[in-house]
Structure formats: structure tokens, C-alpha cells
């Protein structure tokens, strides 16, 4: 019996994340200006999540991890961030789990908020990115 060996091109797994992260990016934005703040913030999520793992894949040269989970992701990267960082990420990570699996129906924060999450993080996607 033969076994199959099915080769990875990680530059298209690469650009596929960086381009859907963008893409999610923009989105939030829209949903932020339109005031559906709890779709904002499980865009910007997505965004985060697909930025993250096209960095796994340059870095690791494999197919990114199977998880939601921010800061576990920016820790099997091997990506170093502040405090603050990981907290923001663990925050979105939140909303992330709200958006698909709505429980505990949590206020969302007010939009001034949201905008200060949506400015650091397109700042944390553009660091990210130099590292592509």
C-alpha cells in the first residue's frame, strides 16, 4: 500500500492568511463605523488569528495550528509581546468565542472602546507584518 505524500506550499499558506487578515481587517472597520460592535470585534479577531498564523507558517514552515486562541497562537509563532498586548489579545479572544458560540451574552464595551482595540491592534497587525 502506497502512501500518499502531500506536499504543503507554505508561501500560498502564507499569503492565504496575510491576505484573509487584511481582508478581516477592513471588514471590522466597516462593522465599527456601521456601530455592530460585537461583529467588529469578532472581525478584528479573525483578523489577528490569520495574521498570526501566516507568521507561524513563515516561521515554522508548516501548516498553521487548529485554534482560536490568540495568545496561545502568538506563543507557538514564537512571537514575543508586551503585557499589554496579551491582554488585548486575550480580550479578543473572548469576543471571538462570544461571536460563534454566544453563552454569556457579555456587554460589549462602548465605541471609544472599541476603537482604542481596533488602533492597537491594526498596530500589532503591521508589526506582524514586517516579520513576514
Not at 500500500?1 to 466597516?30: F, N
Request: proline share 5%.
Amino acid at each position: 500500500m502506497a502512501v500518499e505524500v502531500v506536499v504543503v506550499d507554505i508561501e500560498k499558506q502564507v499569503e492565504y492568511w496575510r491576505a484573509g487578515a487584511t481582508e478581516d481587517l477592513d471588514t471590522s472597520r466597516l462593522l465599527m463605523d456601521s456601530d455592530k460592535l460585537l461583529p467588529c470585534l469578532f472581525f478584528l479577531h479573525l483578523a489577528t488569528e490569520k495574521m498570526i498564523k501566516a507568521l507561524y507558517c513563515r516561521r515554522s514552515g508548516e501548516l498553521a495550528p487548529r485554534t482560536h486562541d490568540l495568545p496561545r497562537l502568538v506563543e507557538v509563532a514564537g512571537i514575543v509581546v508586551s503585557v499589554e498586548q496579551r491582554d488585548l489579545l486575550s480580550i479578543l479572544t473572548r469576543y471571538n468565542l462570544e461571536g460563534r458560540y454566544p453563552m454569556e451574552h457579555p456587554s460589549y464595551p462602548p465605541k471609544h472602546i472599541v476603537s482604542s482595540y481596533w488602533d492597537a491592534i491594526e498596530e500589532l497587525l503591521r508589526w506582524f507584518e514586517t516579520m513576514l
